[in-house]
């Protein structure tokens, strides 16, 4: 079964200078991801998982190649586009979930969960996030700021707010990295069947195994050799 | 190696460690130039006295004074009958025409003292029957010229003998006799003056105690000097604003000290853990901040001797602006910077070691201080130090109330609505009571002083233009030569130009053994008014100064009595730049046939005629008029003297303006040190908004409402603190220099123009980006 790519990378490279040293993280890479599967990203520390994500989210600009995304009438072209709308690409059409310093300490959970609704003028979806948030088993902690919740808690904020939007590219860099077994294993598997539910495509990395065997596909990075 | 490791730390956040350099070097600035500029103006009210003159602290005067007298007063005090006398010097003072010119010859013993000439305006060889000039002299007599002193325009110096020539006096006539009187707070005064210029007018001199036969009169400078005194008096309310300015930039100090510190703590923090000692991590901490305080304090010694010539040149264009750095200055600013730098940062140091709660004082303390403050305003006898000790007070307790008040709006910060960025903004000014109480302590006090003294300055000006309509309701006033006075007084000489002439007599009397001016004339309904008394004053009322009043403890009602008459207060009134405590009475009150009222004249003590004024129509005419028949007479228009009046007043406050200036923008400075370390130090998810796809006008727009949260909370605070400044600054610390109370208004110009320009050094301090792009002391990957 081939679905359509809703997420195109064709033969992308990036590399950092430190110095006179010039690291080349991701040097020719290509991939899709179709609309609804998930990509697990596993690699040891330093292989580029951060910076691929980066990369994804357009955080970080393109050395080489070309990232396309699917939207509903057009697709996105990471190349050609500037870093304003490229701005505009992530507050309209990309979750992103980090392994932590997810949520703005200044806001509510519900402000936080809204933030992209606020965002983007889409105040239809503002009621859905007290309803998200329901369902993910936070509905008594809609008025807590961020410091007073728990690890685990704060990871589901995070994944409700990258879901609220129904964005077409969920990105989340090692979301579970800083959880026990059980709460790891709880977000993970939120993150995987609402994703799957709203068919968006997710692109995830992590360290765990566990979480990495659970997505459809899985790509494996190497440390870059300095030259 | 430890060094090292700061050091390439510092190195790898060059945009925070010049910004620390900078506003350390800001706040030494304004120290260094709000002490110049004092002090520049202190040195040219002091101008105003003769530089010979300048040592002596009281002058002697007696009716037809002559060297027998002088002698006789000089055996009892060589006899050590007046213990209270440390010098005194025979004087003659007299203005005269020579060579075509008005000139005020001064004679003294020149071989006691000889004149202190600049070196280098030595003009010609030293004769002995040479005099010295001021500047204004220097080509224009005909007389042989030893020198150029520092004296008010077309003043002479010279020994007695030559003094007397010129005057063609006989050789034992004296004008009065200067004396030096043992002050035992000189000392300290002195000090206070020169640390804090300006200071030392506000704090009374000693009484003397002299035990004097009765006809002799003592007079003190300041009364000798009224024009000085009064300009030193606004200048004392200047310097009162000079040490809040202190305050502000001590507190920047303090802060880059702290903000140096949070910066550099996580490698601290790292270095402790591998095992290197705290104190060992202190003294680097502290060697590295004191080399930066040292550095600073160097550039803002220079920049701030820059920016007071620059500030003096823009408010007083016509002057010539000499400063110099003298070691006060260098002391107060490069002393007090290290060390608040130092003693601050180790007490930074000690609290981030153990991370106790942020209050620095315990309330119980500063319980203690607020009430001994409030008591200290309402005792008089506490004098200057009480008001000053309040107001210092009052600043402490509100930059303790920071931290709280804080804490507490962060209780209530989900009531903050509006737009989501909008509400980060905002919040986020409320949510780091440790990194920003320091500084918006700070700005709270540099508006607080603004609005303190704006209101003041409002105030004073509304009390003094009152003053000035009251006073100033006729239309030519004429002074000066006592013989033309008296023709004028007694006959109809002038064209009847005029529909009032009004003539005042005035005498210096003793009441209850202080020296008081007595002014006596036709207090009908209409000269009434001018005291703000509207009825005709009956012959055994009495209008007192504020002055007199407060040194006589009357109040409207009370009697008093002078000269053997009993006299009743009927009024109060308020007498700006007044010196001596004055009462006024009727013509036909039995105080005039008391002291006298026949016409003679060239007395110290007897009634004689000060002033004639004129209610006219056609003032121009009466004055042309008046020019040309008695062309020795000093003639002013009321409107001239009106304009003057407020010019000069508003010429001396502009400095407040540009001080204030100066106080906002270091506080703004230190908000913005203290913003930028917290965005350092603290994820504050900056960079999760950008993933969020908020754009750079949305971050703009949060700044913004970041720092306008941090202008109100500064506002909240600086709003009573202010008021409470003002009316301090009106009801105690200027009744109890000067013996005048400025009614305080509460004017809405004032709290507006200070709360709007700390607000927009608040949003600035928010908006600037300089250190956005820095990392964190270990980058975030
Ligand atoms: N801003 C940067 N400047 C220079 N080098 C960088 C920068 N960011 C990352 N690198 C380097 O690029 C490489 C990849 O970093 P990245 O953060 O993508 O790795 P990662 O796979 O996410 O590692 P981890 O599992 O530890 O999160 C590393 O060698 C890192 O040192
Ligand atoms: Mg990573």
Not at chain 1, 1 to 17: C, D, E, F, W
Not at chain 1, 147 to 161: F, K, N, Y
Not at chain 2, 410 to 424: C, E, F, H, T
Request: hydrophobic share 45%.
């Amino acid at each position: 079964m081939t679905k359509p790519a809703a997420l195109n990378v064709y033969k992308i490279s990036k590399h950092y200078q430190d110095g006179s040293r010039r690291i080349d993280v991701i040097a020719d890479l290509s991939f899709n991801v179709a609309a609804g599967e998930s990509l697990s990203i596993m690699g040891p520390s330093g292989s580029g998982k951060s910076t691929l994500l980066n990369l994804l989210a357009g955080l970080l600009e393109l050395d080489e190649g070309d990232i396309t995304l699917a939207l509903k009438d057009q697709s996105f072209s990471y190349r050609a586009a500037n870093e304003r709308s490229r701005t505009a690409l992530r507050r309209q059409s990309i979750g992103y979930v980090y392994q932590f310093f997810n949520l703005v300490p200044t806001l509510t959970v519900l402000e936080n969960v809204r933030l992209p609704a606020r965002l983007n003028h889409r105040r239809d979806l503002e009621r859905h996030a007290s309803t998200l948030l329901g369902e993910f088993g936070l509905a008594d902690r809609l008025n807590d700021f961020p410091e007073r919740l728990s690890g685990g808690e704060q990871q589901r904020v995070a994944v409700a707010r990258a879901l609220l939007l129904k964005p077409p590219l969920l990105l989340a860099d090692e979301p579970t990295g800083n959880l026990d077994a059980e709460n790891s294993k709880h977000v993970a598997e939120l993150l995987f069947s609402s994703c799957r539910e709203q068919n968006i495509s997710l692109v995830l990395a992590t360290h765990s195994n566990e979480v990495a065997a659970m997505a459809d596909t899985r790509l494996q990075l190497d440390r870059p050799s300095p030259s | 190696m430890i060094a090292r490791a700061i050091l390439r730390f510092l190195a790898r956040t060059p945009w925070s460690t010049a910004m620390a350099l900078i506003g350390m070097a800001l706040g030494v600035t304004s120290i260094v130039s709000v002490h110049l500029v004092s002090a520049s103006i202190s040195n040219r009210l002091d101008g105003l006295v003769p530089s010979t003159f300048a040592s002596y602290s009281h002058y002697l005067h007696r009716d037809e004074l002559d060297s027998a007298d002088y002698f006789a007063l000089r055996r009892l005090w060589r006899a050590g009958d007046l213990p209270a006398l440390k010098q005194l010097a025979p004087l003659v003072d007299e203005t005269s025409q020579i060579d075509g010119r008005s000139v005020r010859v001064l004679g003294t013993d020149l071989l006691a003292n000889l004149p202190s000439a600049n070196a280098n305006t030595l003009v010609g060889p030293f004769s002995w029957n040479g005099v010295w000039v001021d500047e204004s002299l220097k080509d224009q007599l005909s007389m042989p010229i030893n020198g150029i002193i520092d004296a008010p325009k077309g003043t002479l110096l010279a020994d007695i003998a030559t003094a007397h020539d010129l005057l063609g006096w006989p050789n034992n006539q004296l004008s009065y006799i200067g004396l030096v009187l043992n002050d035992p707070f000189a000392g300290s005064i002195e000090i206070a003056e020169k640390l804090l210029p300006g200071f030392g007018a506000g704090f009374p001199s000693a009484e003397p105690s002299l035990d004097l036969p009765p006809d002799w009169q003592l007079v003190s400078n300041a009364e000798q000097y009224p024009a000085r005194e009064f300009g030193k008096s606004i200048l004392f309310n200047i310097s009162a604003l000079g040490m809040l300015a202190l305050l502000v930039a001590w507190l920047l100090i303090y802060q880059v000290a702290v903000s140096w510190l949070r910066r550099i703590w996580p490698v601290f923090d790292r270095l402790h853990v591998l095992g290197v000692e705290w104190q060992q991590l202190r003294s680097y901490f502290l060697f590295s901040i004191g080399l930066v305080a040292s550095l600073a304090a160097l550039l803002g010694l220079a920049v701030g001797w820059w920016l007071a010539i620059w500030l003096l040149q823009i408010s007083m264009p016509r002057q010539a602006v000499n400063l110099s750095l003298d070691s006060w200055v260098i002391f107060k600013a490069v002393g007090s910077s290290v060390a608040v730098c130092l003693l601050g940062g180790a007490w930074a140091f000690h609290r981030s070691q153990r991370t106790v709660s942020h209050s620095t004082l315990p309330i119980s303390t500063t319980l203690i201080l607020l009430v001994t403050a409030t008591w200290c305003v309402l005792q008089p006898q506490t004098g200057l130090a009480g008001g000053f000790f309040a107001i210092a007070v009052l600043s402490l307790a509100a930059s303790q109330t920071i931290a709280p008040l804080l804490i507490g709006l962060k209780r209530w910060a989900s009531m903050i609505r509006g737009s989501y960025l909008m509400r980060i903004g905002v919040r986020e000014a409320l949510w780091h009571p440790r990194e920003l109480s320091v500084a918006i302590a700070g700005l709270s006090l540099a508006i607080a002083t603004a609005i303190g003294v704006a209101l003041m300055v409002d105030s004073f000006r509304v009390d003094f233009s009152q003053m000035l309509d009251h006073r100033l309701k006729y239309d030519v006033i004429a002074q000066g030569d006592a013989a033309t006075l008296n023709k004028i007084a007694a006959k109809n000489e002038v064209a009847r130009l005029y529909d009032r002439k009004q003539i005042y007599r005035t005498t210096d009397i003793r009441v209850a053994g202080l020296l008081m001016q007595l002014d006596i004339t036709r207090m009908d309904a209409f000269e009434s008014s001018r005291y703000g008394y509207s009825r005709n004053l009956a012959t055994n009322d009495i209008l007192v100064s504020e002055q007199a009043g407060r040194a006589l403890q009357l109040s409207v009602g009370e009697q008093l009595t002078v000269a053997g008459e009993v006299m009743t207060v009927a009024g109060l009134f308020s007498a700006f730049g007044d010196l001596k405590p004055r009462i006024i009475v009727d013509q036909h009150s039995p105080l005039t046939t008391a002291f006298g009222a026949g016409l003679k004249t060239k007395t110290n003590n007897r009634l004689q005629i000060d002033s004639i004024a004129f209610g006219s129509d056609q003032p121009d005419a009466l004055l042309t008029d008046l020019r040309q028949r008695f062309p020795k007479l000093e003639l002013r228009l009321q409107s001239d003297i009106r304009r003057v009046a407020l010019d000069t007043f508003d010429q001396t406050f502009a400095i407040t303006t540009v001080l204030i200036t100066i106080a906002l923008l270091v506080a703004a400075i230190s908000v913005y040190i203290a913003v930028t370390t917290m965005r350092l130090n603290r994820k504050t998810g900056r960079q999760l908004l950008n993933t969020l796809g908020v754009n750079r006008t949305e971050q703009l727009m949060m700044n913004t409402a970041l720092g306008t949260g941090l202008g109100l909370v500064a506002i909240i605070i600086a709003l009573p603190l202010g008021v409470m400044f003002g009316w301090i600054l009106c009801n105690v610390i200027n009744p109890r220099a000067f013996g005048w109370t400025i009614e305080l208004q509460l004017s809405a110009r004032a709290l507006l123009y200070a709360c709007g320009w700390g607000m927009l050094a608040a949003i600035a301090a928010g908006i600037l980006q300089g250190g956005g792009r820095e990392e964190g002391a270990f980058g975030e990957r």
